[in-house]
């Protein structure tokens, strides 16, 4: 071997250790992708933050945090995707199955900590258990539980028989959701109809809700629709229309009810996930964690104002009463 081509392999092989603990010690890059706008109704990226904190990362110090919004407009999705994954960031965070789907269908190599309504029947995980791959997270099994929001409004309506549901046809968890609603509503003797959640239809919708007469709305658990429960409660309150809300904020904002996982809670503790990433676990071996926990709200003044007497069995059965 000659000895220009000798140093120069020296010079490499003492150069490389020292470009390894720069890349370790740099300052790990978090992309985050919500569906929605950026509000203070955003309890998912809220979560994530105070998560965050909780483990120790301080945003711009020791860990940065790329935050994108699509404003309800999920076409803009792939675009921030890439722009993120552009920025070679670790580690992606998405709100969501069809933001999650996008950004699985973008990568298959940088890791993703999701939410989503149901990742196993979207196809986002192999499993609960074992998701395998490059994606975990959390899963609202929404499905589960949105058959009972019907039950509820019935008992606090119990002459109820026509309701409206705000959904997004485009995303496959709502779709499952609106599903299970169905199923619930034949067995209650309700007629169930389905209107469009997409932001420009917001106020269409609720006009036509309001024209055909039905007596009570749901609204599903699109993730853009989170920083519009403000305006989605002011619609309702002036239509004086009855509705269930997918989140708990809804009623501390002047919903009537909510019957939910606390998502705020959820991503506190999906920010656990992030953590143990870029420590070094992968995400493929670490299980989708489930809620533990999901509560009813009821909002007495609201109820009040819309002249609605709340059964006790029902008042007994919230978790939190606001008088």
Do not use: C
């Not at 020296?10 to 569906?35: E, H, I, K, M, N």
């Not at 007469?213 to 993730?223: F, I, K, Q």
């Not at 229309?241 to 708990?248: A, E, N």
């Amino acid at each position: 071997m000659r000895r220009r081509e000798f140093l120069a392999i020296v010079g490499v092989a003492a150069t490389w250790p020292l470009a390894v603990r720069a890349q370790q010690s740099a300052v790990p890059r978090v992309g985050y992708v919500f569906v929605g706008a950026k509000g203070s109704g955003e309890a998912s990226g809220a979560g994530l933050r105070q998560g965050l904190a909780d483990k120790g990362y301080v945003l711009g110090q020791n860990l940065i945090l790329e935050e994108r919004y699509a404003d309800g407009d999920i076409d803009k999705v792939p675009a921030l995707i890439d722009d993120l994954l552009a920025l070679k960031v670790n580690l992606l965070v998405t709100v969501g199955t069809s933001a999650s789907l996008l950004a699985r269908r973008a990568t298959s190599t940088v890791p993703i900590v999701i939410a989503s309504g149901d990742p196993v029947g979207a196809g986002l995980v192999a499993s609960l258990s074992r998701p395998g791959g490059n994606v975990t997270g959390v899963s609202l099994l929404a499905s589960d539980y949105s058959a009972k929001w019907l039950g509820l409004l019935k008992e606090l309506l119990p002459n109820l028989h026509r309701v409206a549901v705000l959904s997004n046809p485009d995303n496959p968890s709502i779709v499952k959701e609106v599903e299970q609603m169905r199923a619930a509503a034949r067995a209650l003797g309700i007629d169930l109809t389905a209107f469009s959640a997409k932001r420009l239809d917001i106020e269409d919708s609720f006009t036509a809700i309001s024209n055909g007469g039905y007596e009570s709305l749901v609204v599903t658990t699109d993730p853009f629709l989170e920083p519009y429960t403000g305006r989605i409660i002011a619609l309702a309150s002036e239509r004086r229309l009855p509705v269930i809300y997918p989140f708990s904020v809804a009623v501390e904002q002047g919903g009537l009810m909510s019957y939910s996982a606390d998502l705020f809670v959820m991503w506190r503790r999906a920010a656990s996930y992030v953590d143990r990433i870029l420590k070094g676990e992968r995400p493929g071996d670490l299980p989708i964690e489930q809620p533990t926990a999901v509560s009813l709200k009821i909002n007495l003044k609201t109820a009040k104002a819309l002249g609605l007497d709340v059964p006790p069995a029902l008042i007994v059965a919230a978790d939190e009463v606001i008088e």
